[in-house]
């Protein structure tokens, strides 16, 4: 997940220590009656995006093997499909944090909405306005750049 959302491995393994050093530290404030991966989930989006703001540091695409495509019954076309993964990895850093982690969330993650409202503690039309966002920039840079991808 901080890989995702900071698209550099390095600083993903620093924040992703941090993180663990947070969650030993406040596990003893854990609400037991709520879902522990969406807790990890809300102190490793809040650790990124403290990262962010101290480094504004945005290098790296996504790992493209981490986007999931729909699968293909024609071997020939895996090679396009391997590319397009690196090119929506390539787009999806071009993003701002907020509307990159809606998308890794929601694409790379598979969480639901919910989760991600609770994650990012915000309402249902924040994290849509995100994520419809997100699809159009993505939409609009592979119309413009990749158009080879898209289906007529």
Not at 25 to 32: A, P
Not at 61 to 90: F, Q, S, T, V
């Amino acid at each position: 997940m901080a890989f995702g959302i900071l698209c550099n491995v390095q600083n993903a393994n620093d924040v992703t220590q941090q993180v663990f050093v947070k969650l030993y530290r406040s596990i003893s404030g854990f609400d037991v009656n709520r879902n522990f991966f969406t807790y990890l989930y809300k102190i490793t989006v809040n650790t990124c995006f403290d990262f962010l703001r101290k480094q504004k540091n945005r290098a790296d695409p996504l790992d493209a093997n981490r986007i999931e495509l729909p699968a293909n019954e024609n071997p020939g076309a895996l090679y396009d499909e391997k590319e397009l993964r690196a090119i929506i990895g390539k787009l999806a850093s071009r993003l701002s944090p907020r509307q990159r982690t809606v998308f890794v969330l929601r694409h790379i993650e598979g969480l639901k909405m919910k989760e991600i409202e609770e994650i990012l503690n915000c309402n249902t039309s924040t994290v849509r306005t995100n994520l419809y966002f997100s699809r159009q920039k993505m939409k609009m840079w592979l119309e413009k750049e990749y158009p080879e991808f898209l289906e007529d």
